[in-house]
C-alpha cells in the first residue's frame, strides 16, 4: 500500500515508510468499528475517539478505507468534539478488504473551477446555513444558485449589446430631432 507523504521532506517520507506495515490493520480497525456504528456512521473525529488513533492517522486511513470501497460519505453532517461540523461516513458491509484494489478519490463535479471567498458575519452564515438545511443541500451549493440567480437577473451586457443599444438610441435620437424639425418648419 502506497501511503502519501510531503515530497522533499525526508522525515514525512520515512513516517510514510513506517506506516506502511501497520495500514491494513489499522484500516481493518477503522472498518469493524464503523460496521459497529451501523446507519449511525461515523465523523473522523468519532473514528478517532472510538479507536483511540491520533487525528491524521484516523482520517487518513478512513480515506483509504473509502477508496477501498469499505465506507463512504453520506449527506449528512454533526459536530465534532470541537463543536466544528464534520461529514458522516458509513460502512459498507461484506467488503472483503483483503482482495480489494484502492479506487481513488471518487471524482467531483469539475464544472466549478473559479472561486470565490466570502467572509460573513456569524448570523448571516447561521441564517445561511439554516436555508441550506431546509432546502437540503449545502451552503456552498446555495451560494452558487444564489450567485447564478444574481448573474440571470443582472447579467453584465457584452460589447455587442452595448452597440445594439448605442446603435437604438441614435435612431430614436433621430426620429426626434426630425419630429423638432418639423414641427419647427411647420410640417
Known sequence: MKIPYQKGSATSKAAAEAQKPRAPSKIQQIYQFMLECGDHGATDDE???????IASTAGARRRDLE???GCMKTDRRRL???GHEAAVYVAVPGVDLS????????????R???????YLLPEMMKTMNEIADEKGVSASQLMRTAAME??????????????LKLE????????????????????
Do not use: F
Request: charged residues 30%.
Open 168 to 187: 437604438q438610441l441614435n435612431q430614436a435620437l433621430t426620429l426626434i430631432q426630425e419630429s423638432v424639425e418639423s414641427i419647427e418648419s411647420g410640417q
Open 150 to 163: 444574481y448573474c440571470r437577473t443582472y447579467r453584465r451586457t457584452t460589447p455587442q449589446d452595448e452597440i
Open 67 to 69: 477508496c477501498l470501497g
Open 47 to 53: 473514528i478517532r475517539h472510538g479507536t483511540r488513533m
Open 80 to 82: 465534532t468534539s470541537n
Open 112 to 118: 466549478h473551477t473559479e472561486k470565490v471567498t466570502t
Open 99 to 110: 482482495t480489494r484494489k484502492k479506487k481513488g478519490r471518487p471524482r467531483k463535479d469539475n
